[in-house]
């Protein structure tokens, strides 16, 4: 297993939405003013009200946004609702609840595109760039930010096309296609110096940078963390500063191979996070133990790596946890300590378990979150209908002396509202399914990790038993030593609790397949259930035999005789057999 270290890519921003960037009247005025005012007047002050309190009170900036949504429609002033939507997309992003922003910012380009609202469309399509890059969708985020670009190029505004083509540049260096991160990321630069729209500078050099690391071009990578460093400190930005310097310690150490300047660098973004930086703290030592650990120091290395997992449990930083536990598993292997080197790999294997759940009760609940608005559009529209044929029958109905017409249309409305109810019944139905369908799929991928690290920690385990001296060949342990090491080492390697999580993670996706199998034959033992179960999930003999603890002849055995209690004809293959099961 290789672990890397990771680097920071920042998207760069206009503000999320369209802010207004003048000198603002101060807030208490507004507010004075504010209770006065009506119709436009008012939707402008609560809007400017909303630029206050967007990052420090966002219920506050929620209630304006609302109002102001209100007031638009009351007027039927279409600039000022897309504002509205505009502003809960961003209020639900800083939220996380990246679906409703999706749905917010959608509402505001359709009706941008009614009044041809060009600037604030490109506004809009940067706001999808945000939403799209954080959930991780990075083709639809390039489609955005190739869509705000030509917005902007029709008016020429000229911090528009530097945003976005700097975007392009780094959606691309997530998709790791380098090259074209590289030529995006430079025409960026044409047009900061052409427009002189320097904010983001810093960071445009700084992503160019790890863009320049990855195509193995470490000097220009180096003279790019420089320029980073420069201009973050004309910026007084401390974080830049410090991951600018993060990223040259790892251009040292994993591209250039100098491991002198690598430390140097390392302690630099150290002095520079001065405690309130953690993240970059915790990926310094990390990598500043990998370092010392290349070189042979490993008492450093363990120092480094024992302060990562200090910063990391308190800050919950659990991929840099996942790294120290690892790389001090390794060491205290190289140097003997075994005892150790078992710890670290169970630690290691716990937050790897935590994380997997934890990662997959996110997933769902993110389908949940889509599955839930999907299923209130559809409810919404259908209510809609349903008030457009009420208002249709009435008015049918009034309309007395062509009552068969009326009867028709009846008929026939009755006849519509059925087909959409019984489409509706489909939809959710299907939704539903394909959401049970999601959760069984990581169920099993549950499943199959689980069988994996185990069949991992048993070979780690026995070829650390193997590494071993026996009692009479190291006179300087003694005898009662080694063979406690070898008695917590093979409990380790069957252990209870391991196969305890493995049934528990099985009969969920088996529902009664042990009652089903023991139903067939009542003699069939516990190990042999775990074979069968094993052999359920086609795991061939020298994986069971692994994850069993027994030779793969024990394995055939076993076989031969669950053949027999199965009752299978010769020639029948057993996997075909308990896959029906």
């Known amino acids: 297993m290789k672990l890397h270290h990771r680097e920071a890519l920042v ?35 609560m809007d400017e009200l909303t630029v206050y ?37 961003v209020i639900d992003f800083y939220k996380g609840n990246y679906y409703s922003a999706e749905d917010y910012i959608y509402k505001a380009i359709k009706l941008q595109e009614t009044i041809n609202d060009t600037l604030d469309l490109g506004n809009s399509y940067i706001n999808l760039v945000m939403i799209y890059a954080e959930t991780g969708h990075y083709e639809k985020a390039i489609n955005a930010a190739f869509t705000a670009l030509n917005y902007f190029k029709s008016v020429d505004y000229h911090r528009g ?47 160019m940078g790890i863009a320049f690391y990855h195509l193995n071009k470490s000097d220009s990578a180096l003279l790019c963390f420089n320029k980073a460093i420069d201009r973050f400190q004309k910026t007084n930005e401390l974080k830049g500063i410090a991951n600018a310097y993060l990223q040259m310690g790892n251009t040292y150490a994993f591209s250039v191979h100098q491991s002198d300047s690598a430390l140097h660098y390392y302690n630099l973004a150290l002095k520079q996070s001065n405690g309130v930086i953690e993240s970059v703290k915790a990926k310094a030592y990390n990598n500043m133990g990998k370092v010392y650990a290349e070189i042979g120091d490993y008492v450093s290395a363990k120092k480094m790596f024992n302060k990562t997992v200090a910063i990391a449990e308190a800050s919950n930083e659990y991929d840099d946890l996942l790294i120290s536990y690892y790389q001090l598993c390794l060491i205290n292997k190289k140097t003997g300590n075994y005892s150790k080197a078992i710890d670290y790999c169970e630690k290691y294997n716990t937050v790897k378990d935590s994380i997997n759940i934890t990662d997959a009760k996110i997933a769902i ?19 809609k209908n349903r008030q457009i044929a009420g208002r249709k029958i009435r008015f049918l109905l009034i309309g007395g002396f062509i009552l068969l017409l009326i009867l028709f249309v009846l008929l026939y409305r009755m006849i519509s509202v059925k087909r959409k109810h019984d489409k509706l019944k489909n939809i959710l139905l299907e939704q539903e399914n394909s959401k049970l369908e999601l959760e069984l799929k990581y169920k099993s991928k549950q499943l199959t990790s689980q069988a994996l690290m185990m069949i991992q920690k048993n070979q780690m385990l026995n070829e650390i ?21 070898k008695r ?49 999930l086609r795991f061939n003999i020298k994986e069971s035999a692994a994850l069993l603890n027994i030779s793969p002849d024990s394995v055939k055995s076993t076989r031969y005789i669950l053949r027999k209690k199965l009752k299978l004809e010769k020639g029948k293959s057993i996997y075909e057999f308990i896959a029906t099961i």
């Open 11 to 45: 998207l760069l921003t206009i503000c999320l939405t369209v802010f207004n960037l003048t000198a603002q009247p101060e807030k208490d005025s507004l507010k004075m003013l504010l209770a006065t005012s009506n119709g436009l007047q008012r939707l402008k002050i």
């Open 53 to 89: 309190t967007i990052y420090n009170d966002i219920d506050t900036s929620l209630y304006y946004a609302n109002e102001i949504l209100k007031g638009a429609k009351r007027l039927n002033n279409i600039k000022y609702e897309s504002l509205a939507y505009s502003w809960l997309t």
């Open 161 to 207: 096309l530097v945003v976005s083509n700097g975007n392009i540049g780094i959606i691309y260096s997530k998709l790791k296609e380098y090259d074209k991160a590289i030529h995006y990321l430079k025409q960026t630069q044409i047009l900061m110096n052409k427009y002189h729209e320097y904010s983001n500078l810093g960071e445009l050099y700084n992503n």
């Open 365 to 383: 609940a993110k389908l949940e979150s889509k599955f839930e608005n999907e299923k209130n559009k559809i409810i919404i529209n259908q209510l």
């Open 465 to 485: 038993m193997d590494s071993i001296p026996k009692p009479n060949e190291n006179k300087d342990i003694p005898s009662k030593s080694l063979k406690t090491l």
């Open 488 to 536: 917590k080492l093979k409990k380790n390697v069957y252990s209870k609790k391991d196969w305890q999580l493995f049934k528990h993670h099985f009969e969920e996706v088996n529902p009664d397949f042990y009652d089903k199998v023991l139903n067939i034959n009542d003699t069939i033992t516990h190990s042999e259930l775990r074979l069968v179960a094993l052999i359920k």
